[in-house]
């Protein structure tokens, strides 16, 4: 497995990595074999993928249980992310943003114990609280890298102020954020600030939900739990509408001998040496299949000729409805 490093802290995680929230929400019924899904993490593990996504939000918390048991047995091999930034109440139900100090340290002593750990190699902030300011949140993550429970402080959907300003007060060695064909707008601000920082970009979603997978039609029915039900750009007109860049990848990947998400994950993986993209599945043969991008060469002609084509399809729908959207950080 190709080897990525995010930040200036030298943190080395697999050039894949692997997102493990789906196993938990969000992409319908919940798998009800906890056992396949910890076998699942267990071959990623010998399949060379070393860098593994969780967070307190996914169940909520349950991700972390399921994640910490899986990896205990390989834990000094691999690196496991997870996050903070949500406020619950009693009850485990989600009540909005708190990065308060003292919010953050409850939530981090909580993650180690779910993940049967004695420290987090990459604590993120989930999404950014404007009531408090960064700099108390990048200090507190500080003193957490200090005391040996945290080794690497990242961001999440933050903005460039934000990461401008976290930056400064302790090393942000990766920014979480969506990108991928599907979604391009981290290029034009982001990115640059980034290379600039010397901070690695850890993409979610880098197969558009699934659409870059070329799995997903007009007709396609979303279940109960899937959060695409009320995404826009999953509407079945955007969906028709965004099946040019669908017709794209085919294109590209039918003269690679590739799938349209290998094609989709090598765009990805080619366009800084300091990405490293976190697609999430619940099967091995979707896994081996992404891992399978790895061997995939874009040339610079190819690249060109994606990117040429790319630019001219308008991609339709807004990525989030409003209420999520409000919790974007620009």
Same mark, same amino acid.
């Given at each position: 497995? &190709?080897?990525?490093?995010? /930040? ?6 697999? =050039? ?41 939000? %996914? ?61 987090? &190699? ?19 993550? /500080? ?24 930056? =400064? ?9 969506? %990108?991928? *064909?599907?979604?391009?707008?981290? $290029?034009?601000?982001? !990115?640059?600030?980034?290379?600039? *920082?010397?901070?690695? +970009?850890? @993409? ?12 997903? &039609? ?5 279940? &109960? ?5 009320? +995404? ?13 860049? !669908?017709?794209? *990848? ?18 990805? *993986? ?6 490293? @993209? ?5 099967? +091995?043969?979707?896994?081996? $299949? ?6 995939? $060469? +874009?040339?610079? /002609? ?17 990525? %989030? ?10």
């Amino acid at each position: 497995m &190709d080897k990525r490093i995010l /930040g200036s802290g030298g943190l080395e995680v697999s =050039a894949l990595g692997f997102g493990c929230m789906g196993m938990s929400q969000s992409f319908g019924p919940n798998p009800g074999d906890r056992g396949q899904m910890m076998g699942l993490l267990r071959q990623a593990v010998d399949l060379g993928v070393t860098f593994f996504d969780t967070a307190e939000v %996914y169940g909520p918390f349950v991700n972390e249980e399921l994640v910490g048991e899986a990896l205990a047995p390989v834990r000094d091999q691999v690196v496991i992310a997870t996050k903070f930034g949500f406020a619950f109440d009693a009850e485990g139900g989600q009540t909005g943003l708190s990065s308060r100090p003292e919010h953050i340290r409850q939530a981090v002593d909580g993650s180690l114990r779910r993940l049967g750990t004695d420290w987090i &190699d990459l604590l993120y902030q989930h999404r950014v609280d404007p009531q408090v300011p960064i700099e108390e949140v990048a200090g507190t993550v /500080g003193e957490l890298v200090a005391a040996g429970k945290v080794r690497h402080f990242g961001l999440s959907e933050a903005g460039v102020g934000t990461i401008q300003r976290a930056h =400064a007060v302790h090393p942000v060695a990766a920014l979480q954020s969506e %990108y991928s *064909l599907f979604w391009r707008e981290p $290029e034009d601000e982001i !990115i640059p600030v980034l290379d600039k *920082l010397g901070i690695g +970009l850890v @993409p979610f979603s880098p197969l558009g939900r699934g659409f870059l997978t070329g799995r997903i &039609d007009q007709g396609t029915e979303f279940g &109960d739990g899937d959060v695409r039900a009320i +995404l826009p750009r999953f509407t079945a007109d955007a969906r028709a509408a965004n099946q040019a860049l !669908i017709d794209l *990848l085919g294109r590209i990947a039918g003269g690679k001998g590739a799938t349209s998400a290998q094609v989709a994950l090598a765009w990805l *993986l080619a366009q800084r040496p300091w990405i490293a @993209p976190i697609p999430g599945t619940r099967r +091995l043969e979707r896994l081996e $299949e992404n891992l399978g991008a790895l061997q995939v $060469e +874009l040339t610079p /002609g190819d690249l060109a000729a994606i990117d040429e084509a790319a630019t001219g399809i308008t991609v339709v729908g807004d990525r %989030y409805p409003e209420h999520m959207q409000r919790m974007i950080d620009r």
